[in-house]
T-cell receptor, first 109, second 114 residues
Framework: GQNIDQPTEMTATEGAIVQINCTYQ??????LFWYQQHAGEAPTFLSY??LDGLEEKGRFSSFLSRSKGYSYLLLKELQMKDSASYLC??????????WGAGTKLIIKP | DAMVIQNPRYQVTQFGKPVTLSCSQT?????MYWYQQKSSQAPKLLFH???????NEADTPDNFQSRRPNTSFCFLDIRSPGLGDAAMYLC?????????????FGPGTRLLVL
């Protein structure tokens, strides 16, 4: 089977740093996406990793280790507007996009 | 601004009464997707079109059909909605469906079945 695992929920404090982990078991790998989804809204693209290493984009960074089937999304200087669900999705070798259920991030003042 | 538009944002229907959800895009993308997403769950791909070529996911119920009359528009038809079909329905597009491409999502239609 194909599976993506993420924590269901995380809580962090405004101004802090949080790391959201994603592990995957898929039939092959052709890239990993992180999307942000506010409650009741559509997912919006955050990052794409296809090679090992860290991709930095402003306050958000995403890391990939293909050998470990592992990625994380790092959010710095948290703001209240970062309260949302963060979905990890992997393209497998059949070019199917396999989605995780998302991690609900709660930011407290 | 180029975008993906879904109408309506909220749809209420009765058990067993056919309903159609609409999606349009101004991105001129070749690929259009329909996803079903239930609360706190991953989006589930129902089907997608590459241009006019229709691709149905193996586990998509026959109750769900789709039409793409032209590049810009795509419709999701639910022939006999059941209570279990209440969900958010997301339309997305990508330029060529390549693994490196971002999918652009519409705002979604939340379907309620009474």
């Amino acid at each position: 089977g194909q599976n993506i695992d993420q924590p269901t929920e995380m809580t962090a404090t405004e101004g802090a740093i949080v790391q959201i982990n994603c592990t995957y078991q898929t039939s092959g790998f052709n890239g990993l996406f992180w999307y942000q989804q506010h409650a009741g809204e559509a997912p919006t693209f955050l990052s794409y990793n296809v090679l090992d290493g860290l991709e930095e984009k402003g306050r958000f960074s995403s890391f990939l280790s293909r050998s470990k089937g592992y990625s994380y999304l790092l959010l710095k200087e948290l703001q209240m507007k970062d309260s949302a669900s963060y979905l990890c999705a992997v393209y497998n070798s059949n070019y199917q996009l396999i989605w995780g259920a998302g991690t609900k991030l709660i930011i407290k003042p | 601004d180029a975008m993906v538009i879904q109408n309506p944002r909220y749809q209420v229907t009765q058990f067993g009464k056919p309903v159609t959800l609409s999606c349009s895009q101004t991105l001129n993308h070749n690929v259009m997707y329909w996803y079903q997403q239930k609360s706190s769950q991953a989006p589930k791909l129902l089907f997608h079109y590459y241009d006019k070529d229709f691709n149905n996911e193996a586990d998509t119920p026959d109750n769900f059909q789709s039409r793409r009359p032209n590049t810009s528009f795509c419709f999701l038809d639910i022939r006999s909605p059941g209570l279990g079909d209440a969900a958010m329905y997301l339309c997305a597009t990508s330029r060529e469906g390549l693994a490196s491409e971002t999918q652009y999502f519409g705002p979604g239609t939340r379907l309620l079945v009474l």
